[in-house]
């Protein structure tokens, strides 16, 4: 829940990656509950029950159609108060259908709002820039958001600046290596009190290293549509089954002395995630909690009276079934599955799958099938469990003969 000891002045919400299309689509009302959401976490809060603004990080639009853009201005229409601002910013998607020249034009008639952006609610500073074409940024994108960081900084230096672009800051928060562009990355830098949110990967938002912090702080915001992960070693690539059981926001929250708190949230099951990100010194590099240093950790995952259960036995492969590994706090991120052949020790087979943390319903066993193997020979299998901080479990073994 929303800490009930801090008292903010603000509080707003931000998704991404909301994917609207033209026919009605299951996107449009993860959209309108997430907003209600919003509005009932703010009204239980004891001391101040305002949701102030309401923040789409690029790709709202699967399209950029006009009819995506006003279905998507409707819902916006018809759930946000008075007193809730809204500020949007353009990437890929809205270019897809007729280009950016015609998705800039469409955006500003229907939202009534610059494409480059700078917004002040009760006092604290929100840029967003959209991109020039696909993912990337040209000169006057950087112009631009040099000077408004400029005059953000002006007005409280202390105070957080929120800054949003669609695609993450490379080498930052969980997803950029793939989904990013450097651009901001050295203007930002001179902005350690800068915010930055982005989307883009579709990556969870309850992944850890989706705050991080360094030279400024960091965030991936997730999506209302799918789960893609910035992971290439799964054996069912980047998108796990199941990936359009995905709808996540962030709640933020920030006080009069400018610390801030944010809540990663999950739409689908209308839950918090089990923990708080707190940034009490936005301005001050030394203070920041998030960073490198994480990977530099003893803990790890470790199984409890755990067996792996072999199913479905043929001439040339199995299905194994494995409870999930336990850890002191976050989740475990995945699984290495190694098969021997019992005789030689060689490796005949790997694979890694996710634990599926981003479900907020985790499944308590993970099961996997492998087949080529040959017929009538005995394997070892070893199972081993992955933090996202680069440790891991004991093994759990088990050993197996095909037919």
Same mark, same amino acid.
Request: proline share 5%; aromatic share 14%.
């Given at each position: ?150 005059? /953000? %900084? ?5 105070? +957080?600046? &929120? ?5 993450? =800051?490379? *080498? ?120 490198? /240093? %994480? ?5 790890? +995952?470790? &199984? ?5 259960? =072999?199913? *479905? ?67 070892t299998i070893n199972v081993i469990a992955g933090s996202f901080w680069n440790t891991f479990s004991e093994p759990i073994s088990a050993t197996v003969k095909t037919k």
């Open positions: 829940m929303l800490q009930k000891d801090f008292n903010p002045v603000l509080r707003f919400m931000v998704v991404s990656d909301v994917h609207y299309k033209d026919d009605h689509c299951v996107e449009e009302e993860r959209m309108e509950k997430a907003l209600k959401i919003a509005y009932r976490l703010s009204e239980e809060h004891p001391t101040y029950k305002r949701l102030d603004g309401v923040f789409a990080d690029g790709d709202f639009a699967n399209s950029g159609t006009e009819i995506q853009m006003r279905k998507f201005k409707k819902t916006l229409e018809d759930n946000l108060k008075p007193e809730t601002k809204y500020c949007l910013n353009m990437a890929s998607h809205e270019y897809h259908g007729d280009g950016v020249e015609n998705a800039y034009k469409r955006f500003t008639e229907i939202f009534g709002i610059p494409v480059d952006n700078h917004i002040e609610i009760n006092n604290f500073h929100f840029i967003l820039v959209s991109s020039s074409h696909g993912c990337e940024y040209e000169q006057d994108k950087a112009d631009f958001a040099r000077a408004e960081l400029k005059k /953000a %900084r002006a007005a409280d230096p202390k105070k +957080p600046i &929120f800054f949003f672009q669609h695609p993450h =800051i490379t *080498d930052t928060v969980s997803g950029s290596i793939y989904w990013a562009d450097e651009t901001f990355y050295p203007i930002l830098m001179d902005y350690p009190q800068a915010i930055d949110f982005s989307g883009h990967s579709h990556v969870p938002i309850n992944d850890p290293r989706s705050i991080f912090q360094k030279h400024f702080t960091c965030l991936g915001t997730g999506s209302l549509s799918y789960f893609e992960l910035d992971e290439f070693d799964k054996y069912y690539g980047t998108c796990p089954p199941n990936k359009e059981d995905c709808a996540q926001m962030l709640l933020v929250e920030a006080d009069a002395e400018g610390r801030v708190r944010i809540y990663p949230y999950d739409v689908l099951t209308d839950n918090f995630f089990p923990f708080v990100w707190e940034i009490d010194e936005p301005w001050n590099v030394d203070s920041f909690k998030y960073t490198d /240093a %994480r990977y530099k950790t003893t803990e790890a +995952p470790y &199984f409890e009276n755990a067996e792996i259960s =072999i199913s *479905d036995i043929t001439a040339d492969g199995f299905k194994i079934t494995f409870p999930q590994a336990k850890v002191t706090k976050e989740y475990v991120n995945d699984y290495k599955i190694v098969i021997k052949e019992a005789d030689s020790g060689l490796t005949v087979k790997q694979a890694c799958l996710w634990s599926e943390y981003y479900f907020y319903n985790m499944p308590q066993t993970l099961s996997i099938a492998f087949d080529g193997l040959d017929s009538n020979r005995e394997y």
